[in-house]
C-alpha cells in the first residue's frame, strides 16, 4: 500500500506542475466579433460607396420615370383622340405605346445590371480593405480570433469591437474625395407597377471577410 502512494503522489505533483501553463495558454486566446454591417454603414468609406450608390440610383430612376411619363401621356393622347383617329393613325400611335413599353423594359434590365455592377466593384473595394483592416487590428490588439458576428450563435458585448475596428478601418482607409459621405444604403431603380418588372434588388452588406 505504501509503495502505492508513493507511486501516485510523484504523478499527482506532476499534473499539478502542469496545470497552471494550461491555464495560462488558455488566458492567452483573445476573441472579439464585429458587426460587417454596421462596418459598411459607418465607416466613412462605406457611407460614400452607399452615397455613390444612391446618385447612381437616382439618376436611373429619373430617367425610367421620364419614359413611363411619355407611355402615360401617349395612352391618355390615344384615349381622348380614338374616336376622331382613322384606323390606321390610331394603330400607329398603338405600336409607339408598345414600342416605348419595350424600351422600359429594356431600360429597367439595363437599369438593374448596371446596379449591380457598380455595388459588386464597391463591395469588392470594400471587402479588399476590410481583410486589411481586421488583419492590422487583430495583431495590433493581440487578438487570436475576429468573428463575424452572424456567424456567432452567442456572444458578450464586452467581445464586441465593431465600434473599435470603425475606428481603425477609418484610419487606415480614407473615403474618395468628391461628393458627400452620407447617405443610406442604395436600392436598384423601380419602376412604376404598370410598366414593367421591378429590378431585382441587391444585397447592401458586404460578404464576411474574417476567417476563423
Request: aromatic share 4%.
Amino acid at each position: 500500500m505504501s509503495r502505492s502512494i508513493r507511486l501516485v503522489l510523484p504523478l499527482a505533483l506532476g499534473l499539478m506542475a502542469v496545470s497552471p501553463t494550461l491555464a495560462e495558454e488558455s488566458a492567452t486566446v483573445k476573441i472579439g466579433v464585429f458587426d460587417p454591417e454596421l462596418v459598411w454603414k459607418s465607416t466613412d468609406v462605406g457611407k460614400k460607396y452607399n452615397q455613390d450608390l444612391t446618385d447612381a440610383r437616382a439618376r436611373l430612376q429619373t430617367n425610367i420615370d421620364k419614359k413611363q411619363q411619355e407611355i402615360e401621356a401617349l395612352v391618355e393622347k390615344l384615349r381622348q383622340q380614338q374616336a376622331s383617329l382613322s384606323d390606321d393613325k390610331a394603330a400607329q400611335m398603338q405600336k409607339d405605346i408598345q414600342n416605348k413599353r419595350v424600351e422600359l423594359n429594356r431600360m429597367n434590365e439595363d437599369a438593374t445590371g448596371e446596379m449591380k455592377q457598380q455595388l459588386n466593384e464597391v463591395q469588392g473595394r470594400f471587402q479588399a480593405m476590410l481583410v486589411d483592416t481586421l488583419e492590422a487590428f487583430g495583431k495590433e490588439k493581440g487578438f487570436t480570433m475576429v468573428l463575424n458576428k452572424a456567424v456567432v450563435d452567442y456572444s458578450s458585448t464586452s467581445v464586441d469591437v465593431t465600434q473599435s475596428l470603425i475606428a481603425k478601418f477609418n484610419d487606415m482607409n480614407k473615403a474618395p474625395a468628391g461628393g458627400s459621405a452620407k447617405g443610406t444604403a442604395a436600392k436598384p431603380p423601380t419602376p412604376k407597377p404598370a410598366a414593367a418588372k421591378t429590378p431585382e434588388k441587391p444585397k447592401e452588406t458586404p460578404k464576411d471577410s474574417s476567417k476563423p
